[in-house]
């Protein structure tokens, strides 16, 4: 019954988009950056079949799908900064379950926000659940917001190019892209573990090299 509300509302929001193009993909990504936990995959990748055909620019579906990223990262940013973690984690608990939400989710954005810092706020914009929630913990720690402003739209820029990609790469065969959505998303995390392993082994190695500095002063 849950999955066949969200396949409706999944339906209604693509058919809002595609009313309304670059303005649509604006609002679905601004959506998929907030709380509503609704996959990125399924407004992007066809963009850019649609850009091989020529039917959509290149330019304005990145804008668009940047902007409205940021927009969605910014709003949550806010809603954290203004009412705080006692506030939001009353409201992840009694209101979450209806957006997939809870305190555990939460919990993990935050301590890998306290972990690695405010760069999460790029990291976090290419790990699937973390990448709508880290916004949050950026919003507790009161982050510096052009900072904050900076990092976002860069993970965000290159999850978006990503995604344009590999519609690119389809052309004109939307059919295929749908039948296998599942394995593209499959790959995309591959890929974006991969960026997140790398950041980390070369921070693990800035720290030992500092460390190694320290210790020969």
Same mark, same amino acid.
């Given at each position: 019954?849950?999955?066949?509300?969200?396949?409706?509302?999944?339906?209604?929001?693509?058919?809002?988009?595609?009313?309304?193009?670059?303005?649509?993909?604006?609002?679905?990504?601004?959506?998929?950056?907030?709380?509503?936990?609704?996959?990125?995959?399924?407004?992007?990748?066809?963009?850019?079949?649609?850009?091989?055909?020529?039917?959509?620019?290149?330019?304005?579906?990145?804008?668009?799908?940047?902007?409205?990223?940021?927009?969605?990262?910014?709003? +949550?940013?806010?809603?954290?900064? =203004? #009412?705080?973690?006692? &506030?939001?984690?009353?409201? $992840?608990?009694?209101?979450?379950?209806?957006?997939?939400?809870d305190r555990e989710k939460l919990y993990n954005a935050d301590t890998y926000f306290k972990k690695h810092g405010e760069i999460t706020t790029f990291i976090g914009r290419l790990i699937p659940v973390i990448r709508q929630l880290i916004s949050l913990p950026a919003g507790f720690?009161?982050?510096?917001?052009?900072?904050?402003?900076?990092?976002?739209?860069?993970?965000?820029?290159?999850w978006t190019l990503i995604l344009i990609y590999i519609g690119y790469l389809f052309g004109q065969n939307i059919v295929l892209i749908k039948e296998?959505? +599942?394995?593209?998303?499959?790959? =995309? #995390?591959?890929?974006? &573990?991969?960026?997140?392993? $790398?950041?980390?082994?070369?921070?693990?190695?800035?720290?030992?090299?500092?460390?190694?500095?320290?210790?020969?002063?």
């Amino acid at each position: 019954m849950i999955a066949e509300l969200i396949n409706q509302f999944i339906e209604l929001l693509l058919a809002f988009a595609s009313q309304l193009g670059y303005f649509g993909i604006f609002i679905l990504m601004a959506v998929e950056s907030s709380f509503i936990p609704f996959p990125s995959e399924v407004v992007l990748i066809p963009a850019g079949a649609l850009i091989a055909r020529g039917e959509m620019a290149l330019t304005a579906v990145f804008l668009a799908g940047l902007l409205g990223s940021l927009a969605g990262a910014l709003f +949550n940013y806010f809603f954290a900064l =203004l #009412l705080g973690r006692r &506030s939001v984690d009353y409201l $992840v608990n009694k209101y979450g379950k209806f957006l997939f939400l809870d305190r555990e989710k939460l919990y993990n954005a935050d301590t890998y926000f306290k972990k690695h810092g405010e760069i999460t706020t790029f990291i976090g914009r290419l790990i699937p659940v973390i990448r709508q929630l880290i916004s949050l913990p950026a919003g507790f720690a009161r982050m510096n917001l052009f900072k904050f402003c900076l990092f976002t739209a860069l993970g965000a820029g290159i999850w978006t190019l990503i995604l344009i990609y590999i519609g690119y790469l389809f052309g004109q065969n939307i059919v295929l892209i749908k039948e296998n959505i +599942n394995i593209i998303t499959l790959i =995309l #995390l591959l890929l974006s &573990s991969i960026i997140v392993a $790398v950041y980390i082994l070369a921070r693990k190695r800035k720290r030992g090299l500092s460390k190694r500095i320290a210790n020969k002063l």
